[in-house]
């Protein structure tokens, strides 16, 4: 055991000898963790501002007038352009000059005045599913407020208010101010971690193979699990120390609260370097050339983020999608990320995605473990 | 003694191609024993093999006296390999590479220093180079110091000097002599037919089959047909005519001059020269020239090879 361990320790270190002699890869992982969060933080926001408006006003009377200005004024909105028919309205936002039209119908005060009840119409461009989303929040809002505003325009009897109208009041919970990197951050570390787990170890041992020494290492006496423990533990060491630089970045650099306790994030981060340690192996050993594995570990990569609910909400995927990304490692590791940072998620009441990145772990391991084999066929 | 190799009906093919058919061949303990084929003849793939990095299809392989499928473990603390292209790491110095693999093998480049030394010396003075930075004698002598750190009973060694300017080609064979003397039974493969000469016995392997194995003198003694040395002015045409002659069995270049062998048991060089003459070659000179092991080779190559009989 003794001298098991003397080689797996020389192993560690000629591995790190190679690690910071390669002049090309250093930099790159120890300034990647700036760059993405910085950029990525902060460039992809969520905030949807200064949205082309455009006004369809068929009532032409002081109280539609009231309602356009509601929009134009709240800030959100910008007026491009009114029009009297629904095809130039619609026209304008094919050609992409207004991202929502309001139609204020005909006879829209009167029916106020008489029924106490009018209808509008918002048209919204939705290509952008996600800006659709958040514009039709906004005139939601502006127009509760300016119902709000008319029992003083409104004949007796007709009002709402007064009978107890129901207001719904919102307020956000665990990120009250709605702040964008703090939601965001958690997640990007977990991205970072694996992209430097995965491409890392991916890269690593189908490059022995390339430059032939892999044949050199078969014929020696190592046993199977010192070369593997060798190969996958400089990179585990090396992901958990870019997760700490991120963890700094974060908390210095966004001031990303941190409710939760470290000891369990590195605890979740210890196991789930297992898994894309195992990955990145296993695509090493199916593969040939660094090439092969990198377009692999490429396409993997980018599936499990667009699949991970850190751009787009799980919840809005169709329910097959949903069902898959459970079986998304980085899925569970952002979630469990947000919830303990965010919201000071305990080791309780992260369970059960633990339990999946575990059983992750073991599967992805056992799974490389059995393909690398020291002698071909 | 038993044999340091026993190979016996050893198959291998990959998809369709067959390298090796039905291979037996034994190695002595101590011996120096060269394995002479062309690129593709299946040297390599009989290597491996023989160091368990492949699995044969059919038949049994020795080393050492373990079985090479059953028990490699045993087979790969004793046997040094040396693969054809040069495989440490480059971007570790000349030490590192070498108290690398020393470590891997349970040793000390210490232990053994002795037995390197020889070769190592030589590359002292760039101990803290690059591997990759080193010239290719010095990387060869690199990869064998490697190879024999922990001082192996057995070395297996792929084309080593395939791609090694002549000098260090000498002086590699050199290096091999001595190990022979220290008791290490080596096993090298090469495509130069010049280099069978340095070797105890040489087997010869055409396209996966065994088609002579025997001492350099052995192989020499199994050319019989009579050669005659031919030299003229345009060598290529000298070939070409030599060839078109009734009787010849063949005619290759050979140096400066070019090699004739005759279909019948004897064969006058005063009738070549005048059947040249009549072709028009000029400058012509025709000798009778003893057959050595190259051109036993030469006519051995003109034989099938292959699986199929």
Same mark, same amino acid.
């Given at each position: 055991m003794r001298r098991g361990l003397k080689v797996i320790g020389y192993l560690l270190q000629k591995e790190f000898l190679q690690i910071f002699r390669n002049r090309g890869m250093l930099p790159i992982i120890f300034i990647m963790p700036f760059i993405q969060l910085v950029i990525l933080s902060n460039a992809a926001t969520f905030d949807v501002r200064n949205v082309p408006f455009h006004l369809q006003d068929m009532d032409r009377t002081a109280l539609s007038a009231r309602l356009a200005e509601q929009f134009t004024g709240s800030g959100w909105f910008n007026l491009t352009g009114e029009s009297f028919s629904e095809r130039k309205s619609v026209e304008r936002l094919v050609a992409g000059q207004a991202n929502v039209s309001l139609v204020i119908p005909r006879d829209f005060e009167k029916e106020l005045m008489t029924r106490g009840e009018a209808k509008v119409q918002l048209v919204i461009n939705a290509e952008d599913g996600f800006s659709a989303g958040v514009i039709q929040a906004y005139s939601n809002d502006i127009v509760r407020s300016f119902n709000r505003t008319l029992s003083?325009? /409104?004949?007796?009897? =007709?009002?709402?208010?007064?009978?107890?109208?129901?207001? $719904?009041?919102?307020?956000?919970?665990?990120?009250?101010?709605?702040?964008?990197?703090?939601? &965001? @951050?958690?997640?990007?570390?977990?991205?970072? $971690?694996?992209?430097?787990?995965?491409? +890392?170890?991916?890269?690593?041992?189908?490059?022995?193979?390339?430059?032939?020494?892999?044949? #050199?290492?078969?014929?020696?006496?190592?046993?199977?699990? #010192?070369?593997?423990?060798?190969? +996958? +533990?400089?990179?585990?060491?090396?992901?958990?120390?870019?997760?700490?630089?991120?963890? $700094?970045?974060?908390?210095?650099?966004?001031?990303?609260?941190? =409710?939760?306790?470290? !000891?369990?994030?590195?605890?979740? *981060?210890?196991?789930?370097?297992? @898994?894309? /340690?195992?990955?990145?192996? +296993?695509?090493?050993? %199916?593969?040939?050339?660094?090439?092969? !594995?990198?377009?692999? *570990?490429?396409?993997?990569?980018?599936?499990?983020?667009?699949?991970?609910?850190?751009?787009?909400?799980?919840?809005?995927?169709?329910?097959?999608? #949903?069902? =898959?990304?459970?079986?998304?490692?980085?899925?569970?590791?952002?979630?469990?990320?947000?919830?303990?940072? =965010?919201?000071?998620?305990?080791?309780?009441?992260?369970?059960?995605?633990?339990?999946?990145?575990? !059983?992750? !772990?073991?599967? &992805?391991?056992? %799974? *490389?473990?059995?393909?690398?084999?020291?002698?071909?066929? | 003694m038993r044999p340091a190799i026993r190979i016996a009906g050893v198959e291998k093919s990959f998809g369709d191609t067959r390298a090796l058919c039905s291979i037996d061949l034994s190695v002595a303990t101590g011996e120096l024993f060269g394995l002479i084929g062309a690129d593709g003849a299946g040297k390599t793939t009989l290597i491996r093999i023989l160091c368990t990095l492949l699995l044969p299809d059919r038949g049994k392989a020795e080393v050492l006296g373990y079985d090479s499928a059953a028990e490699y473990r045993s087979i790969r603390s004793r046997i040094g390999y040396m693969p054809g292209r040069f495989s440490l790491y480059e971007d570790l110095s000349v030490e590192e590479n070498l108290r690398f693999f020393a470590t891997v093998f349970n040793t000390s480049v210490e232990e053994n220093y002795e037995l390197i030394r020889d070769i190592y010396s030589q590359l002292e003075p760039f101990r803290t180079r690059r591997a990759g930075r080193l010239s290719g004698g010095m990387k060869q002598k690199l990869a064998l110091s490697c190879a024999l750190v922990h001082r192996p009973d057995l070395l297996l060694l792929d084309e080593p000097t395939t791609g090694v300017d002549a000098v260090s080609r000498k002086e590699f064979w050199e290096m091999l002599a001595r190990l022979k003397e220290q008791g290490i039974t080596i096993l090298v493969s090469t495509p130069y037919m010049d280099e069978a000469t340095r070797c105890d016995r040489v087997a010869f392997l055409q396209e996966g089959r065994l088609l002579a194995v025997d001492t350099p003198e052995g192989v020499t003694a199994l050319f019989r047909a009579p050669l005659l040395a031919v030299s003229a002015r345009e060598k290529h045409r000298l070939i070409t005519e030599l060839r078109a002659f009734p009787h010849a069995r063949s005619a290759y270049a050979f140096g400066s001059s070019v090699h004739y062998a005759d279909l019948r048991d004897e064969v006058s060089a005063a009738e070549i020269e005048a059947y040249l003459q009549s072709k028009g070659l000029r400058d012509l000179s025709v000798a009778p020239v003893k057959p050595g092991i190259e051109d036993t080779f030469m006519a051995l190559m003109q034989e099938k090879g292959g699986c199929d009989e």
């Open positions: 003083s325009v /409104l004949p007796n009897g =007709l009002s709402h208010s007064g009978v107890g109208e129901i207001v $719904v009041k919102s307020s956000a919970w665990y990120n009250p101010e709605l702040v964008y990197s703090d939601y &965001m @951050v958690p997640g990007i570390l977990v991205v970072l $971690v694996t992209l430097v787990g995965l491409f +890392l170890s991916g890269m690593n041992v189908v490059r022995e193979k390339e430059i032939g020494t892999i044949d #050199q290492i078969n014929v020696t006496p190592m046993r199977r699990y #010192q070369f593997i423990t060798g190969k +996958l +533990l400089p990179f585990w060491i090396i992901g958990l120390g870019e997760l700490t630089l991120g963890l $700094v970045i974060a908390r210095l650099g966004f001031h990303v609260p941190m =409710l939760g306790s470290y !000891a369990v994030v590195y605890l979740v *981060a210890a196991i789930y370097m297992l @898994v894309v /340690l195992g990955m990145g192996l +296993l695509i090493s050993t %199916l593969t040939d050339s660094q090439q092969q !594995a990198m377009f692999i *570990a490429w396409f993997f990569m980018v599936i499990f983020t667009l699949m991970s609910g850190l751009f787009t909400s799980i919840e809005s995927m169709p329910h097959w999608a #949903q069902n =898959l990304t459970m079986a998304n490692p980085v899925r569970h590791f952002v979630d469990i990320m947000r919830r303990v940072m =965010l919201k000071g998620a305990g080791l309780a009441e992260i369970s059960s995605p633990l339990l999946i990145l575990t !059983a992750d !772990a073991v599967l &992805m391991l056992a %799974l *490389a473990v059995n393909r690398y084999r020291k002698v071909s066929d | -």
